[in-house]
Nanobody
């Protein structure tokens, strides 16, 4: 089982990016998935999450600008980021609590860099 992210890059302030995270492998179930980020010199923080029932939650700093969504059939979660600010610059990590034939555990993606220039 693995999580593979894509969609990071360099964008000007005010611009948009969409991150994708695809879960692959012998997955039996997905409990929840989300996005975290770690900016230089800061601790990792939760950006947005989505439960198996479709409930979402967001960090206050991104509410109204970021939207998390998912494609259940494709086992993919997305993060649409609009009105990006320089302070959104960070490495973004996909996270998920997935069940496989060996049990349930937490998984992390490799991270994708998002850089917002002023």
């Amino acid at each position: 089982v693995q999580l593979v992210e894509s969609g990071g890059g360099l964008v000007q302030a005010g611009g948009s990016l969409r991150l994708s995270c695809a879960a692959s492998g012998s997955i039996v179930g997905i409990d929840s998935m989300g996005w975290y980020r770690r900016a230089p010199g800061k601790q990792r923080e939760l950006v947005a999450g989505i439960t198996s029932g479709g409930s979402t939650n967001y960090a206050d700093s991104v509410k109204g600008r970021f939207t998390i969504s998912r494609d259940v059939a494709e086992k993919t979660v997305y993060l649409q980021m609009n009105s990006l600010k320089p302070e959104d610059t960070a490495v973004y990590y996909c996270n998920g609590f997935l069940s496989s034939w060996t049990g349930r555990r937490e998984y992390w993606g490799q991270g994708t860099q998002v850089t917002v220039s002023s």
